[in-house]
């Protein structure tokens, strides 16, 4: 079975701080792995994916996050947290032998200023 | 670009309602799926839809019916509303679960009273 874990559920960090956000997957096969953003009252959006290419992905807003197969990890980071960073983040999994994405049950990033 | 639509936004519902949430995509994608979220829980799969007129059960389908009539639509109906079905449900399309991403609608947000 598939399943991603988001390790803290609330994360606070200063403004101009490292952004560190953590995720881990369980997954039998390789992953496609993504991180979307939820700005309050919003649908997600999609912030990065690995698709199998390199294993450092960089996405919007200056977010990256790296592939580490051997800790079946897919961090996501930010050098500077701005205030608009403010949101709930969700790593997600899908599989090239499925039809489903798998979502971790997220995290709220504060910035505080 | 619309995207993904949902409607309605807000809907309040008594217990024993029934009501469709409307889901439209303009994209041409022919994967769908319908979300619940609740507050620390993430994203759970209601349904989701390979194609017009293919559907599968996704994690939690109990007390909810699709259908899939065309690629753009892809209405959740709700049968006997009750409390345990007040939440935020999101509508997403996407061109492959592999390598694309997901298009989120706004959501709606139902209430069962």
């Known amino acids: 079975a598939q399943s991603v874990t988001q390790l803290g559920s609330h994360v606070s960090v200063s403004e101009g701080a490292l952004v560190l956000l953590r995720c881990n997957y369980s997954?039998?096969?390789?992953?496609?792995l993504f991180w979307y953003v939820q700005y309050p009252n919003q649908g997600l959006q999609l912030l990065l994916k690995?698709?199998?290419?390199?294993?450092l992905v960089k996405g919007i807003n200056g977010f990256e996050a790296e592939f580490k197969k051997s800790e079946t990890s897919f961090h996501l980071t930010k050098p500077s947290a701005h205030m608009s960073d403010a949101a709930e983040y969700f790593c997600?999994?899908?599989?090239?032998?499925?039809?489903?994405?798998?979502f971790g049950t997220g995290t709220s990033l504060t910035v505080i200023p | 670009n619309a995207g993904v639509t949902q409607t309605p936004k807000f809907r309040i519902l008594k217990i024993g309602q029934s009501m469709t949430l409307q889901c439209t995509q303009d994209?041409?994608?022919?994967?769908m799926y319908w979300y619940r979220q609740d507050p620390g829980m993430g994203l759970k799969l209601i349904y989701y839809?390979?194609?017009?007129?293919?559907?599968d059960k996704g994690e939690v389908p109990n007390g909810y019916n699709v259908s899939r009539s065309t690629t753009e639509d892809f209405p959740l109906r709700l049968e006997l509303a009750a409390p345990s079905q007040t939440s935020v449900y999101f509508c997403?399309?996407?061109?492959?679960?592999?390598?694309?991403?997901?298009?989120f609608g706004e959501g709606s947000r139902l209430t069962v009273l």
């Open positions: 997403a399309s996407g061109t492959s679960p592999n390598t694309g991403e997901l298009f």
């Open positions: 997954s039998s096969v390789p992953p496609y």
């Open positions: 690995y698709t199998s290419a390199a294993t």
């Open positions: 997600a999994v899908s599989l090239n032998t499925g039809n489903q994405f798998y």
């Open positions: 994209m041409n994608h022919n994967y």
């Open positions: 839809s390979v194609g017009a007129g293919i559907t």
